[in-house]
């Protein structure tokens, strides 16, 4: 079982950038598909981003498609969440965790653990 950390989170005026970062606990990293979610305040948890296992395949949501950009890095043990051009509506805390079954990348929490406390992410108008 991996245990995530995720970390970069903070405040930014609309139109400004953060990267994240989610650094797994295990050598076997590497063997999962990832994923970044978030959630807002009254709001269920949704898909940002996910990057497969292998051949780093990557899927990005539309609401973020062309802002937000995810990679990996298997050696550090590392995934990354690039996000620029942000709005006041990517509000959230952002979660990233590993994907439990299946060869596809599925964008649902529901196939997904190793959930960590999440980093607060809040842009300003």
């Known amino acids: 079982q991996v245990q995530l950390v995720e970390s970069g989170g903070g405040l930014v005026q609309a139109g400004g950038s953060l990267r994240l970062s989610c650094v797994g606990s295990?050598?076997?990293?590497?063997?999962?598909?990832l994923g970044w979610f978030r959630q807002a305040p009254g709001k269920e948890r949704e898909f940002v981003a996910g990057i497969k296992w292998i051949g780093d395949d990557t899927l990005i949501a539309d609401p973020v498609k062309g802002r937000f950009t995810i990679s990996r890095d298997n050696a550090k043990n590392t995934m990354w969440l690039q996000m620029s051009s942000l709005k006041p509506e990517d509000t959230a805390v952002y979660y990233c965790?590993?994907?439990?079954?299946?060869?596809?990348?599925?964008?649902?929490?529901?196939?997904?653990?190793?959930w960590g406390q999440g980093t607060q992410v809040t842009v300003s108008s």
């Open positions: 965790a590993y994907q439990t079954t299946g060869l596809d990348l599925y964008p649902n929490p529901a196939y997904f653990a190793g």
């Open positions: 295990r050598r076997t990293f590497s063997r999962y598909t």
